[in-house]
């Protein structure tokens, strides 16, 4: 190789070394000059370590102790009603008379045709012992007597048919029934329900059943009565699972001394499990779902640079003016646990203290810089009422 040949392989060579440096020096320059991310405004929240009392929630279904539709057995004209509708009345109280007055002139002549037999009987009897009759004819007068009186009662059954009296205590309902109006066996003629005690028949996945025991206590709220909250007991729990949900059926006892809860109203359950416990807490709010696990974002200081990262040429980074550190949001993959109101408990992956995103978490990502505003914040009630505006 000549000496002109390796002076034109090294000037080459100069050319791309001259190159390359002037294209890694862009690059830099570029990458320099690429806006950082300005910080975004986010609320925050402590995690707290609070009391906290595991609870089964369900939707219950008011239910009467006893309740019935009363109706009649025979059919009939209407007499008297002897009640008004939305009444309290006793075990036993008349309610209602149909007309009976050809099923009691009946009952008089079983009555008569009773008496009759027994006189029968009598004087048979006053026979025999002279020998005057037989022994027969005194056992034909005894059936004929017994059934007499049997008729008598049936006569009697079919008058007291006619009077229609409530079964057990109660409130009777709203009926239009009238004297003069013809009733047919069967038809309805007024409602009868005992409020107090009422009955809330619910469900819980058989999950919860472990939790479950005859004599719970149990305390449920309607919307119809909101801030009031009413106590009971568990007195019975299904023996049967339900195959189609997997739920099993459980029913309890509640107080009801005002009579306010009313059948047919639905309830909202809750059962306290275990004893009390502490757990760390957060807002609802501040819990981010995803398909690969809940995640939330954890506000800390950013690290300051390392002395000659930037290395020579890159530009100064700007000073903080009030000479406070930057906040970044840095996410952390969390275990929830159950919930009660506005708050969450969480299991793992937090420690009392530490400072979360409570909203705003849609416009993070790793390593963001935040401004914390919290001005609003999400609500963070473990027993929220509903607001009426």
């Not at 699972?241 to 009801?256: F, G, L, S, Y």
Request: net charge positive; hydrophobic share 45%.
């Amino acid at each position: 190789m000549t000496r002109r040949m390796i002076i034109m392989i090294g000037c080459v060579l100069l050319l791309v070394a001259v190159l390359a440096f002037g294209k890694f020096m862009q690059i830099r320059a570029l990458i320099a000059a690429v806006p950082k991310p300005s910080p975004q405004t986010v609320s925050t929240a402590e995690v707290q370590k609070l009391q906290w009392q595991s609870q089964f929630t369900a939707v219950g279904t008011l239910n009467p102790v006893r309740g019935a539709d009363l109706s009649t057995e025979v059919a009939g004209l209407v007499r008297t009603v002897h009640f008004k509708s939305g009444q309290d009345v006793k075990a036993g109280t008349l309610l209602v008379e149909l007309n009976a007055d050809s099923d009691i002139a009946l009952l008089h002549s079983a009555e008569a045709a009773a008496a009759q037999a027994a006189i029968v009987l009598k004087r048979d009897q006053a026979q025999l012992a002279v020998q005057a009759v037989s022994q027969a004819q005194i056992d034909a007068d005894t059936n004929d007597l017994k059934a007499k009186r049997a008729q008598v009662e049936q006569q009697a059954a079919v008058v007291a048919k006619k009077s229609i009296r409530a079964p057990f205590s109660g409130r009777l309902g709203i009926t239009a029934l009238n004297p003069g109006q013809y009733v047919n066996a069967g038809d309805k003629l007024v409602t009868l329900q005992t409020l107090d005690p009422i009955y809330v028949d619910f469900a819980l996945p058989q999950q919860q059943l472990a939790g479950l025991a005859v004599g719970q206590v149990v305390n449920l709220s309607v919307d119809t009565f909101p801030g009031q909250s009413f106590s009971g007991k568990i007195n019975a729990i299904s023996p049967k699972v339900d195959a189609a949900t997997r739920n099993v059926q459980v029913e309890a006892t509640i107080a009801n001394p005002k009579q306010i809860l009313l059948p047919g109203m639905f309830a909202n359950v809750k059962i306290d499990v275990g004893g009390v416990q502490e757990q760390l807490t957060l807002p609802s709010t501040a819990v981010t779902y995803n398909p690969y696990g809940s995640t939330v974002y954890v506000v800390k200081e950013a690290e300051p640079p390392k002395e000659g990262a930037a290395g020579a040429g890159a530009p100064a980074q700007p000073a903080n003016p009030s000479g406070a550190r930057q906040l970044v949001a840095q996410q952390v993959f969390v275990e929830t646990g159950a919930t009660r109101g506005d708050q969450i408990a969480i299991v793992k992956g937090l420690t009392a203290g530490q400072v979360v995103v409570s909203s705003g978490q849609n416009k993070l990502k790793n390593g963001t810089p935040v401004v914390v505003d919290n001005s609003v914040q999400p609500a963070n009630n473990p027993a929220p009422t509903p607001q009426e505006k």
